[in-house]
């Protein structure tokens, strides 16, 4: 079975330019969460995902972050304009259930110049 | 605001000891907590949860819990060069699902 997957594993954009992570879950996992790793500092959460629905976005930096989860299987996580601070490491995860353990991705390696 | 403790490290054990990381949390209605691996340059990896105080093992990985220390721990027997690595705690909170981590404390163990 395949695990959680991103794409693209690295991009390096210039400020204010548009990106675009995908993430694919496990499949059957309902529940969708991206996570942030910045420079120095733990991972902390950004949104979750129960199907196609936010469950919670508290954790979301801004208004230039926009999450969507169209049919409730892949997720996208779009930053526009990015700006230098959104540099970091951009994990997905899934989990089959609430409160049970939680599969990474590989992550994606943003790097704004 | 949530938070969970981990010393950084690094934690330097040699080849066939027992590698005890330890993890304080401050949210009191925490429910359930996980331990995950991180190689460098790689994505954390499950390797234990726990959900009720006590001590739960799976090979020679043992998870303990005090809800009323507010405190887990994760121990490695019999340490190898391949456990060299970050790991990191992380625990959910009461009402949510989301994971709260830790900085994670790396782990040296030595030939």
């Known amino acids: 079975e395949a695990g959680v997957t991103q794409f693209p594993s690295h991009s390096v954009i210039e400020k204010g330019q548009t990106v675009t992570l995908r993430c694919d879950p496990i499949?059957?996992?309902?529940?969708l969460y991206w996570y942030r790793r910045v420079m120095g500092k733990e991972i902390k959460f950004l949104l979750h995902?129960?199907?196609?629905?936010?469950?919670?976005e508290s954790g979301m930096p801004n208004n230039r972050f926009l999450a969507e989860r169209t049919g409730g299987t892949y997720s996208t996580l779009k930053v526009q304009p990015a700006e230098l601070e959104d540099s970091g490491v951009y994990f997905c995860?899934?989990?089959?259930?609430?409160?049970?353990?939680?599969?990474f991705g590989q992550g994606t390696r943003l790097t704004v110049v | 605001q949530k938070e969970v403790e981990q010393n950084s490290g690094p934690l330097s054990v040699p080849e066939g000891a027992i590698a005890s990381l330890n993890c304080t949390y401050s949210?009191?209605?925490?429910?359930?907590f996980f331990w995950y691996r991180q190689y460098s340059g790689k994505s954390p990896e499950l390797i234990m949860s726990?959900?009720?105080?006590g001590d739960k093992e799976d090979g020679r990985f043992t998870a303990q819990l005090n809800k009323a220390s507010q405190y887990v721990s994760l121990l490695i027997r019999d340490s190898q060069p391949s456990d060299s690595a970050t790991y990191l705690c992380?625990?959910?909170?009461?009402?949510?699902?989301?994971?709260?981590f830790g900085k994670g404390t790396m782990l040296l163990v030595s030939p």
């Open positions: 995860a899934s989990s089959l259930r609430l409160n049970t353990e939680a599969f």
């Open positions: 499949s059957g996992h309902d529940n």
């Open positions: 995902f129960v199907k196609e629905s936010k469950q919670d």
């Open positions: 949210d009191r209605g925490s429910q359930s």
């Open positions: 726990i959900y009720s105080n």
């Open positions: 992380a625990g959910t909170g009461s009402g949510y699902s989301t994971l709260t």
